[in-house]
């Protein structure tokens, strides 16, 4: 008999829910409706225009399909994927009314909680990683295998761009980890799934405002979401400028331990009611 909300007691349950369901799907649809988009382009070279931009050259091959599909999902898709699912899980018991039930299981807080978060993030680490190896097997069947086209003009080998495109990948996780902890933090507090989801797209839209205001100068550093593209410099050529993203990964484990923390806290004193 396993034990009351055991990792794979609590995967098991969190994969059975419709959101889940409908985030794995949209994941799985989202190259598919690029592909089908960009087939209705009929002038895709933009003749006389000379400036070349990311959009320009996702059809170049699967590679730079798999970047162009990675960057316009991590402005907020993935964003909001992390929130929910680090952030919906002890609400959503809440709401249900069951979450107090879950603590006579018997079950300590700190083992609730935890199971809850794991599960969460490992769900939200497999789509990250599964969104990129998918999109790059599409664009592959769909525009072939070239190798990735640079911006600024030239190409990266295969052998350099894999392993490059894997630490972003790694990167972009730890960048959306933040968002998630806040959302975890709120739903805790709340016990509202609503809330916790829109507080963490809250959260990242005004850092979103605050980062465009150069007013503010190097305190923008300091936002969660200032280096969410640092990782677009491992796919330039020459060498890898590392500054942005240990900065970026940094603060993400800072805000992320910090809003976990609070959690935690939290959870502990207050009074479980529902």
């Keep these: 008999m396993s034990r009351p909300l055991s990792w794979r007691s609590e995967l098991r349950r969190q994969l059975g829910r419709r959101r889940t369901l409908w985030v794995i799907g949209i994941v799985a649809v989202l190259p598919l409706i690029l592909v089908a988009a960009f087939s209705l382009d009929d002038d895709p070279g933009r003749e006389g225009d000379t400036t070349v931009r990311l959009v320009d050259l996702a059809t170049s091959g699967g590679p730079n399909f798999t970047v162009f599909t990675f960057v316009v999902s991590a402005e907020l898709l993935l964003f909001g994927v992390a929130a929910l699912f680090a952030g919906d899980p002890v609400p959503a018991e809440a709401s249900w009314a069951s979450l107090r039930y879950l603590l006579t299981a018997p079950v300590t807080r700190a083992r609730l909680l935890t199971s809850k978060l794991v599960v969460g993030l490992l769900s939200t680490a497999a789509l990250v990683v599964v969104l990129p190896a998918w999109t790059l097997l599409v664009g592959t069947l769909a525009y072939g295998s070239e190798p990735f086209t640079i911006l600024g003009g030239g190409e990266m080998a295969w052998g350099d761009w894999a392993p490059r495109m894997a630490i972003a990948v790694g990167f972009v996780l730890l960048s959306i980890a933040p968002v998630g902890a806040f959302s975890f933090w709120v739903g805790v507090r709340s016990q509202t799934p609503l809330a916790a989801v829109g507080g963490a797209l809250i959260l990242l839209i005004v850092s979103g405002i605050l980062d465009s205001i150069d007013a503010l100068g190097d305190w923008r550093k300091a936002l969660p979401a200032h280096y969410s593209r640092a990782w677009l410099d491992l796919l330039v050529s020459g060498p890898v400028d590392w500054v942005d993203l240990r900065h970026g990964a940094l603060w993400s484990v ?15 004193r207050q009074d479980i009611l529902s």
């Design 254 to 268: 800072l805000y992320t331990v910090l809003f976990v923390a609070l959690g935690y806290r939290r959870f502990r």
